[in-house]
């Protein structure tokens, strides 16, 4: 069946720095692909739309600057979580949208630990 | 502003035993999706079952079924002869326009 990477699983690293995270679909062609965000014993909230070849659309209170989102091709989508902070320590979760109009595919998160 | 609703934060349930998980939703929409995703400890999301709000007819997957009550919003999970391996978090979702609203989650205890 289709299925989502997402890279990498875990990270850790200092106050201030710039955290890459990718949204691979490996077996169909996502045009939209979408980015979540997960706080301990929380729901997912969506941040993001993220649309191939054209600007993400970002939900109310989530900051485009902070958190940028590239969809350069039709299988890969990157969050950038910029400067990040301990308040940006969270699980972060992808999703592709399947063009046969099946369910969203999930990733399996990245753990953002940012000390 | 659809809002999904679980008000169930825990329930636990004998192996080999059934269980109902409940949610309900806030839409004016006639035409969307209803989805049941289970997270285990691994944090990986995993459909179980999915609704169109069209249909009338409950869907079924093997031990899994809904019962979905599209006047009332309703869109309660059934879990039949509970195993093991279904211990996790259920969240309950709403689709609509492709954006995915999520319930506050059920996390589901099996009792050995």
């Known amino acids: 069946g289709a299925v989502v990477s997402q890279h990498p699983s875990r990270v850790i690293c200092k106050s201030g720095t710039s955290v890459k995270i990718e949204c691979r679909s490996l077996d169909f062609q996502a045009t939209t692909m979408f980015w979540y965000r997960q706080f301990p014993k929380q729901s997912l909230m969506l941040m993001a739309t993220s649309n191939e070849g054209s600007k993400a659309t970002y939900e109310q209170g989530v900051e485009k600057d902070k958190f940028l989102i590239n969809h350069a091709s039709l299988t890969l989508s990157t969050l950038t979580v910029t400067s990040a902070h301990p308040e940006d320590s969270s699980f972060y979760i992808c999703?592709?949208?399947?063009?046969?109009?099946?369910?969203?595919?999930f990733g399996d998160g990245t753990r953002l630990s940012i000390l | 502003a659809q809002t999904v609703t679980q008000s169930q934060p825990e329930m636990s349930v004998q192996e080999a035993e059934t269980v109902t998980l409940s949610c309900t939703y806030d839409t004016s929409e006639s035409d969307y999706y209803l989805f049941w995703y289970k997270q285990p400890p691994s944090r990986q999301m995993i459909l179980v079952i999915r609704q169109e709000a069209y249909k009338q007819q409950n869907a079924t997957e093997n031990r899994f079924s809904v019962n979905f009550q599209k006047a009332a919003k309703s869109f309660s999970l059934k879990i039949s002869d509970s195993q093991l391996g279904d211990a996790a978090m259920y969240f309950c979702?709403?689709?609509?326009?492709?954006?995915?609203?999520f319930g506050t989650g059920t996390r589901l205890t099996i009792i050995p």
């Open positions: 999703s592709a949208k399947d063009p046969s109009n099946q369910p969203q595919h």
């Open positions: 979702a709403y689709r609509r326009n492709e954006k995915l609203t």
